[in-house]
């Protein structure tokens, strides 16, 4: 085994006190994150020594499935198979003792409870811990999860996203009044078409959209869910064309695996989406998406758009979406298509029309009775605004915001005040 991988390894069995096991299977994983950064990680599986497992494809009871850095050697997850903990018990904290679980957490992240992380949610058996900085959360956000069995012994851990320290905030006051964030709120305040799937119709609610909006309230930031699309480029072009092509796309296999070779991590490449996209990858993609839209849905210039370009595992992924008027439905339907940055050229496509198939029986939404205007001063009792500290790319800080929401929706034609989560 290389020095450096052996180096990682025993590192791993002293911290874990995995002594008792051998190291039957492992592979290097490469990841890239919010700002940019490029990290590799070392997937291992323990098994229990003396017990190879009775079946190839199901690990046995009390295999330590383990992920570390492999460069920094901090220990990313560790999940003990069927909730059996078979390493040294001396090293792990129970449920009962919660200052003993920060405590270990501490030890195992370098990170500072109450200054960079806080109690998000607990039970009996779990413990989730987010990311923030002054009691204050920020975005993206950081999620440590933790697990107990049935004998209050810890069998999974997890650490995730990003959980930054003072030096990389920007403190300020929060400072968004009433006054300040009401406006913004206003304007999110959108009409959607959301599915009743009791009686089959889609009903028309009003609801206020969530956004950042900056300390000062002079600009919003959106509120993103997900994957990583640190290299998002916003568009909105309206996909139009004169005449179809003729002839089929070819679709081709594509390997979005993050799957890596010993040789890539000895040497810390960077991560193929660090490079940023350039003008001509951009416009070339939008010619590209142009020639895919006129070959396979020929019928349809001027009833899609393309919204934004990002990278994927050295894709260029292209969103397109349909073009909707001023009432839009509230599900997320759109195209992905995958171009390979090598060549500019279209390889494949995910195409979420099919998740709309469910729907279209549904009887089409009334008309609403209710303005926008009248549906804002029903649901403003009902926003709320929270302090974040949200990333922003062009001062590599992370700055004050106000979290806007509402949990809240209006029918636009009974005025029905509801919980959205109820939909």
């Known amino acids: 085994m290389n020095e450096q991988l052996q180096s990682v390894v025993d590192h791993a069995r002293e911290t874990l006190g995995l002594h008792d096991h051998e190291l039957k299977r492992y592979q290097f994983f490469r990841e890239k994150n919010h700002f940019n950064e490029t990290s590799y990680i070392l997937n291992m599986e323990w098994f229990p020594a003396g017990d190879m497992g009775s079946d190839e494809a199901l690990n046995p009871a009390g295999t330590a499935v383990v992920d570390i850095n492999f460069h920094t050697k901090a220990v990313r997850l560790l999940d003990f198979t069927r909730d059996v903990n078979s390493a040294d018990s001396s090293l792990y ?4 003792a919660k200052e003993d679980v920060i405590e270990w957490i501490e030890e195992m992240t370098g990170l500072t409870f109450g200054r960079q992380f806080l109690i998000a949610r607990e039970d009996e058996q779990t413990l989730v811990f987010g990311a ?11 999620i440590i999860k933790i697990e107990f069995n049935d004998d209050d012994v810890l069998t999974a851990f997890s650490i995730d996203g990003e959980f930054p320290g003072e030096t990389q905030i920007e403190w300020e006051p929060f400072a968004l009044t009433p006054d300040k964030y009401e406006p913004f709120a206003k304007d999110q305040c959108r009409l959607q078409k959301l599915p009743d799937q009791e009686q ?14 900056n300390n000062d309230a002079l600009r919003t930031i959106p509120f993103s869910y997900g994957e990583d699309r640190s290299s998002f480029i916003a568009m909105d072009k309206v996909l139009r064309w004169e005449e179809p092509l003729e002839g089929e796309f070819e679709q081709k296999d594509i390997d979005l695996s993050p799957e890596v070779e010993l040789e890539s991590v000895l ?25 895919f839209m006129r070959l396979v849905f020929p019928d349809e210039s001027g009833k899609r758009k393309l919204t934004g370009v990002y990278l994927k595992d050295d894709y260029i992924v292209a969103e397109i979406k349909p073009v909707q008027g001023e009432v839009k439905y509230a599900l997320d339907i759109k195209i992905k298509l995958l171009i390979d940055r090598d060549t500019l050229t279209a390889v494949n496509y995910f195409d979420q029309d099919r998740l709309f198939e469910a729907f279209k029986h549904f009887v089409k939404a009334e008309d609403p009775v209710l303005s926008r205007d009248e549906a804002f001063e029903t649901l403003r ?26 949990a809240y929706g209006v029918h636009a034609v009974s005025g029905k005040v509801f919980p959205l989560n109820e939909v």
């Open 93 to 96: 904290p129970l449920s009962a």
């Open 267 to 291: 040497a810390n490449e960077l991560h193929p989406d660090t490079i940023p996209l350039s003008e001509t990858e951009v416009e070339t993609s939008l010619q590209e998406v142009l020639r």
């Open 132 to 142: 923030a900085v002054d009691n204050i959360p920020v975005s993206p956000s950081g």
């Open 381 to 406: 009792e009902h926003i709320e605004i929270e302090p974040v500290y949200v990333y922003d790319r062009g001062r590599e800080t992370y700055i004050m915001c106000g979290k806007l929401d509402c």
């Open 200 to 213: 089959e119709k889609w009903v028309p609610i009003y609801g206020i959209e969530e956004v950042f909006l």
